[in-house]
Nanobody
Framework: EVQLVESGGGLVQPGGSLRLSCAAS????????MSWVRQAPGKGLEWVSA????????SYVDSVKGRFTISRDNAKNTLYLQMNSLKPEDTAVYYC??????????????WGKGTLVTVSS
């Protein structure tokens, strides 16, 4: 059974940093791309970032470029999202998602339950 468990969310002031983690199990983690997706209060899902299976290629939505960094540790079956210079508009539930292939071009098929990030003074 595929399981994705996010952690690391919380309340942070504007300009602050958080690191999200996603512990994966039930599949061969190193064979699949992984993504982060978020949902702000009252809004739809927004794809944030993706990383290929080997970790050598990444992609970001324009609004987080230069502030967020996605990474993975295939030995630990863990995905990360380092978030710096946080803004109130980054407030959302952040979901970890498994992609269908080694690259992220074909979409996601499993999601975690999410972790809430609140950016507020």
């Amino acid at each position: 059974e595929v399981q994705l468990v996010e952690s690391g969310g919380g309340l942070v002031q504007p300009g602050g940093s958080l690191r999200l983690s996603c512990a994966a199990s039930g599949f061969t983690f190193s064979s699949y791309a992984m993504s982060w997706v978020r949902q702000a209060p009252g809004k739809g899902l927004e794809w944030v970032s993706a990383i290929n299976s080997g970790g050598g290629s990444t992609s970001y939505v324009d609004s987080v470029k230069g502030r967020f960094t996605i990474s993975r540790d295939n030995a630990k079956n863990t995905l990360y999202l380092q978030m710096n210079s946080l803004k109130p508009e980054d407030t959302a539930v952040y979901y970890c998602a498994k992609d269908k292939t080694a690259g992220w071009a074909y979409g996601m098929d499993y999601w975690g339950k999410g972790t809430l990030v609140t950016v507020s003074s």
